[in-house]
């Protein structure tokens, strides 16, 4: 059984166009991390996105180590790495800004749609659960303060324990 160690001229082509396919793969899978960041604005303010920027590196890595296993009898080639990142490269400037432009627009009509749906069925029910809850709290803040003065007015008719007695001089043992 002989097994070929090198790789001739034509398997090198193929492998780097393979690779340049890889690269769109993952340029595809970018765009979904992206899509999360264009649903989810304050993703970009949190860690969020430096840890999806890692999964996606990892997942870029682990896939570069899969095709070099699989297809590249386990030899990690510098092609690999110039075709996959030729084929990101160029998925994102070609069909990834179509892709995130269409996704950008259907957000936005999304977004107006709830808004309008907001504006005019769910937000004049929160306004009068708001007057509604202004109005009780009023209540119960007079309510608390009638209490708190009738209570006082208790205590004051209560007389202290040595006012109760009739011969002031006497001692309290």
């Not at 309008?116 to 306004?127: L, M, R």
Request: aromatic share 14%; glycine share 6%.
């Amino acid at each position: 059984m002989n097994i070929e160690t090198f790789f001739d001229i034509s398997d090198q082509v193929m492998l780097f166009f393979m690779a340049v396919l890889v690269g769109a793969g993952l340029g595809v899978i970018f765009d979904v991390f992206r899509v999360i960041r264009v649903v989810f604005p304050p993703a970009k303010k949190s860690g969020l996105t430096a840890l999806m920027d890692i999964v996606f590196w990892l997942i870029y890595a682990f896939t570069i180590f899969v095709y070099s296993v699989e297809y590249g009898r386990s030899q990690v080639r510098l092609f690999f790495f110039i075709g996959s990142i030729a084929g990101f490269v160029l998925y994102l400037l070609t069909v990834g800004n179509v892709v995130m432009g269409v996704i950008k627009k259907v957000c936005s009509i999304i977004a107006a749609a709830l808004h309008f749906v907001y504006s005019y069925s769910i937000s004049p029910i929160v306004k009068i659960v708001r007057v509604i809850y202004q109005k009780e709290s009023a209540v119960f803040v007079r309510s608390h303060k009638h209490n708190t003065k009738h209570s006082l007015n208790i205590r004051n008719l209560l007389k202290k324990p040595i006012d109760m007695l009739y011969n002031k001089k006497a001692k309290l043992d």
